[in-house]
Nanobody
Framework: QVQLVESGGGLVQPGGSLRLSCAASGVTLSNYAIGWFRQVPGEEREGVSCISAIDGRYTYYTDAVKGRFTISRDNAKNTVYLQMNSLKPEDTAAYYC???????????????????????WGQGTQVTVSS
């Protein structure tokens, strides 16, 4: 059974940092582009950052997180990370990771795509930025 499990969320003060992890079981994550998405109740899901398969040479960041967030992958650990620095209250959301086998990072992070369009989807981890 394939599972993507997110971890690393929590409560942090503005300006703080968190590192989210997306760990996979039952699937070789390096064969997939991986994306991080976030959603606030009542709002549309947003593609935060995506990284290409294999060596992760291509990355995408939504404008709101450029310069603050960094996506990376460790294929030996079958895990993708999202390092989040200089966090702001508007970063508060549930964060999800997803895997897609044939895509570009821009397409993977594009808005208005249903979860069914991705090969695998995690259960999410909550990030709350508040003083």
């Amino acid at each position: 059974q394939v599972q993507l499990v997110e971890s690393g969320g929590g409560l942090v003060q503005p300006g703080g940092s968190l590192r989210l992890s997306c760990a996979a079981s039952g699937v070789t994550l390096s064969n997939y582009a991986i994306g991080w998405f976030r959603q606030v109740p009542g709002e549309e899901r947003e593609g935060v950052s995506c990284i290409s398969a294999i060596d992760g040479r291509y990355t995408y960041y939504t404008d709101a997180v450029k310069g603050r967030f960094t996506i990376s992958r460790d294929n030996a650990k079958n895990t993708v990370y999202l390092q989040m620095n200089s966090l702001k209250p508007e970063d508060t959301a549930a964060y999800y990771c997803a895997a897609e086998s044939i895509t570009t990072v821009e397409a993977m992070c594009a808005p208005n795509r249903g979860t069914y369009e991705y090969d695998y989807w995690g259960q999410g981890t909550q990030v709350t930025v508040s003083s």
